[in-house]
């Protein structure tokens, strides 16, 4: 036998090494794979993406790296936006300027690209108490400036993983620009881009500065109508530097008198009301109630007056009179409830709506001032709770 190694039993060593390395490396990956927890989270969002992608007509994913198909599932297109400014209220001023200062700017640059001036603002601050309209606003823009929507959930950016972040940060982006004209919302901006503090965490400051970096590549690029808009109730809280990104500064305050009276108005709209309802009254009775409060006043009138029609009928029902708003007779209704009660018959049991079907013999009457009185008794209340 000799000491040295024949030709052939080389080759066959360097198969059995290289088998070994493939082998392993495959197995390696599909360990990392198993192992990793953000892959059921990954799959889901690649699905809504998949999902978003066709509804907005795009024939392929194959454009798209994985990072840029997990913001696509935030991705909403203009078609799908269900607000427009028909539901917004008492905000006149303000959508004024949002459709000169955002709207037509967009539309404009499509058919003049040459002025570099008349270019929306790349940034877009919607600031004021909380319930007041601001994600209406920035939904309601985005529709009727025809551009795609990314609602960016600031959970999105927050990986576990180390650079996940920043790779995601940068995908918000270069997503945006692959589908502009498009909008990126992040409500409650604060949250995620708040003042930067010696006490950041190193990723969180790194994903910070990838998206301010991506935001500047924006800002540089004169063609690109990619707009960050964001919502907040603390403005102050924002780090500065994002403040300076977003010159375009809205301010929506608490309604007043006349814009509570509007909001009223518009959330009422298609509710029978009776003739003793005054909403220039409700309006002044009202005095410091964000929109979302009026929303919620009305919400529980409408409660209290269904209350009182479920319980008269639940008496009617007591005293026989279930099928009365059938256009039955009494007689004939006692004589079918008796004899259900007494024979439980199933054809008997037939006649007699069932499940939902039981609601629509229901009285419901018109909304009338003492259900709003009610209702308001019951919020001032609670808010003097949280208030104290
Ligand atoms: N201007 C408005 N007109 C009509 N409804 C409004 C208006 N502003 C707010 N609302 C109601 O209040 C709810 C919350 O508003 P939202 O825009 O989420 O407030 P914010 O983002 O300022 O906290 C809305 O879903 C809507 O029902
Ligand atoms: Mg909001």
């Known amino acids: 036998m000799s000491d040295t190694l024949t030709q052939r039993e080389l080759g066959l060593l360097i198969i059995r090494f290289s088998l070994i390395t493939v082998v392993s490396f495959v197995a390696f990956k599909w360990m990392l794979h198993k192992i990793d927890p953000t892959k059921k989270q990954k799959e889901e969002a690649k699905k809504k993406a998949l999902a978003n992608l066709k509804r907005l007509g795009m024939k392929t994913d194959t454009d798209l790296n994985d990072h840029e198909m997990m913001v696509a599932a935030n991705l909403v297109g203009p078609n799908d936006i269900p607000v427009s400014w028909d539901d917004v209220a008492g905000l006149d001023n303000i959508i004024e ?19 570099r001036l008349t270019r929306p603002p790349k940034g877009v601050l919607l600031h004021g108490p909380p319930g007041c309209g601001k994600t209406l606003l920035a939904k309601a823009t985005a529709r009727e400036a025809g551009t795609n ?11 576990k993983w180390y650079g996940e972040s920043q790779k995601i940060a940068a995908a918000v982006f270069t997503l945006a620009t692959k589908l502009q004209p498009c909008i990126i919302f992040i409500d409650e901006i604060d949250s995620f881009l708040r ?24 800002l540089t690029d004169p063609n690109c109508t990619v707009i960050v808009m964001g919502a907040t109730n603390r403005a102050s809280d924002i780090d500065a530097a994002i403040l300076r990104r977003m010159p375009t500064v809205f301010f929506i305050d608490y309604p007043s008198t006349t814009q509570r009276q509007k909001v009223l108005g518009l959330t009422l709209k298609g ?8 909403l220039d009254v409700l309006a002044t009775k009202t005095d410091g109630f964000s929109c979302s409060d009026l929303y919620e006043l009305c ?38 409830l008796s004899s259900s009660q007494s024979s439980k018959s199933p054809s008997s049991k037939s006649e007699r709506p069932s499940g939902d079907a039981e609601f629509v013999n229901i009285r419901i009457s018109p909304l009338c001032m003492e259900d709003f009185e009610k209702s308001l008794v ?10 104290s």
């Open 271 to 278: 509710e029978q009301l009776a003739s003793d309802v005054s």
């Open 378 to 387: 019951k919020m001032k209340a609670a808010r003097s709770i949280f208030q």
């Open 97 to 115: 300027e949002l459709k000169y200062s955002v709207i037509y700017p967009i539309k404009l640059m499509r058919a003049r690209p040459e002025s």
């Open 299 to 336: 919400r529980k009138a409408v409660s209290t007056r269904n209350q009182k029609a479920f319980q008269s009928y639940v008496k009617s029902q007591e005293n026989g009179g279930i099928f009365d708003s059938r256009n039955q007779s009494k007689e004939d209704s006692s004589k079918d």
């Open 195 to 218: 003042s930067r503090t010696t006490q950041d965490h190193e990723a969180t400051a790194m994903m910070k500065a990838q998206f301010m970096s991506f935001w500047d590549g924006l």
């Open 149 to 159: 929507f990314i609602n960016l959930e600031v959970s999105l950016l927050t990986d």
